[in-house]
């Protein structure tokens, strides 16, 4: 399953009192609350604000008109090149989540939106990794192309890594090991996934470590794959059952037949 990502800015010691408020509940699925604390006068905060607010749809199923508004306020105030990349970038991002949760088929919106942000943002700056990584969902999940996916997985990753930016590390990790899952790698899957849940712990990410703890689990074997699993299922209830979509990942397993 696909997540957004977004600059982990709040996350460590001496950062902005208000970016370290909205960070703490941006991880602890309080999206809303945190979207509320930012005023969107400026390009940068209006885009924030939409970010956040994007990723609540993607996470929760819902608030999709909200987001919608945000993110019209955000490319309203978007002027600079990397400001308009960057709006483009969060529409398409919302158009892939409204496809891959079924609301609406906006894939074609979804990659022409990326399509406009990639034209923006030059190779190199900071929201390309961002921009890569979400081409790579594209790619993976509605294109089902997985060596595109890995392609595009691998310059977020370099990105990530130039620009010091842990937790899309952490999402970057994660869809790699997802791959290498699926192509049979074991040891390499479970390095990747290893890696993603120790970033997300480290950063106090919450929301993300249930999924974190549910994808280490697939490549591990019993009884340690079970331990994962309701570690997983603790944290998935305890935020009131968000991500929505990881419930089917940690249904029990029926038991086999007689």
Request: aromatic residues 6%; hydrophobic residues 45%.
């Amino acid at each position: 399953m696909a997540h957004t990502a977004m600059s982990g800015y709040g996350t460590t010691a001496g950062d902005d009192p208000l970016q370290t408020a909205v960070w703490r509940l941006r991880s602890r699925a309080c999206w809303a609350d945190a979207a509320a604390l930012l005023q969107p006068v400026t390009a940068q905060a209006a885009l924030q604000r939409a970010s956040l607010l994007v990723e609540r749809c993607l996470y929760t199923e819902q608030g999709w008109e909200e987001a919608e508004d945000a993110l019209r306020t955000a490319e309203a105030l978007a002027h600079s090149d990397d400001e308009r990349g960057a709006a483009a970038c969060e529409r398409g991002q919302l158009a892939y989540a409204a496809t891959l949760h079924s609301v609406r088929d906006r894939a074609d919106e979804a990659r022409a939106a990326l399509g406009r942000a990639a034209a923006l943002i030059p190779p190199g700056a900071a929201g390309r990794a961002l921009l890569d990584f979400r081409r790579g969902l594209l790619a993976e999940n509605l294109a089902r192309s997985p060596q595109a996916a890995r392609a595009a997985y691998r310059r977020a990753h370099a990105g990530a890594t130039a620009h010091a930016d842990p937790l899309l590390l952490s999402f970057t990790w994660r869809h790699l090991a997802g791959l290498a899952l699926r192509d049979g790698e074991l040891a390499e899957a479970r390095h990747g996934f290893a890696e993603s849940l120790r970033i997300r712990e480290e950063l106090g990410y919450l929301v993300g470590t249930a999924p974190a703890l549910a994808s280490l689990a697939d490549a591990e074997t019993e009884p340690e794959a079970a331990r994962l699993r309701n570690e997983a299922r603790r944290l998935f209830h305890l935020l009131g059952g968000v991500p929505t979509w990881l419930a089917r990942q940690l249904a029990p397993t029926p038991p086999a037949a007689a």
